[in-house]
């Protein structure tokens, strides 16, 4: 049997209560029938408790879409891991595209907020991915080796295999832009061989996500690619018919 699938909902900055448990409601009805694939919604932290309320004993989870790379301490604003997990989170985002470019988050910091995550119990999405000028550049695979090598160097790589890995092109979120299937596929299949390096059993077992841009009508096709085992869903997550159809498509 092959990898298990696995979807992924970014809510990034978006919601509302009201909205909140119509969507989370759908989405919840609308996959009952998923079989080997993992859903997964990341929401805003002012709306983990009600999604935790929503969707404990279901077959939905929930995560975070950041975390503090600290513990406890005096970091106005920031959220621990241990918070996250007091609210049943699983899964957390570390190392977003926009964390990086928007926030200055750089390979360290997110390695650190990797390692934090792990000693909590929660499982990180780390996202690795290159910009515009860095592929055009023809730099795309030394940044991502450089993006999983902080967290190799730091967590070890026993650490990488309990992870989910997102491979999001920069220059592909909201944008409309998407890399063709095989422009995907070819940066997952060197994810998995720099892993490789390391591990052979990590490599071949962990899940790695596409996250640029995935909508309903290509889902499908990125999603039969060999090394693309489902998907990072940003603005099409917080449609219930289009999130809905894009978890269907990642059942083997």
Known sequence: MGRAGFVAGNWKMHGSLVRNQELLDAVVSGTRSLQNVSC???????????????????HVLWGGQNVSQYHHGAYTGEVSADMLAD????????GHSERRTLFGEGNQVVAEKFRAAQECSITPILCVGETLAQRESDETEQVIAMQLDAVIDLAGIEALGQSVIAYEPVWAIGTGKTATPQQAQDVHKFIRSRI?????????NIQILYGGSVKADNARELFTMPDIDGGLIGGASLIAVEFISICLAAQN
Do not use: D, K, R
């Open 196 to 204: 490789a390096v390391h591990s052979g059993g990590i490599a071949e």
């Open 87 to 94: 609210l049943g989170c699983q899964y957390v985002i570390v």
């Open 40 to 58: 997964v919604v990341c929401v805003p932290y002012p709306y983990i408790a009600q999604t935790q309320s929503v969707l404990e004993g279901s």
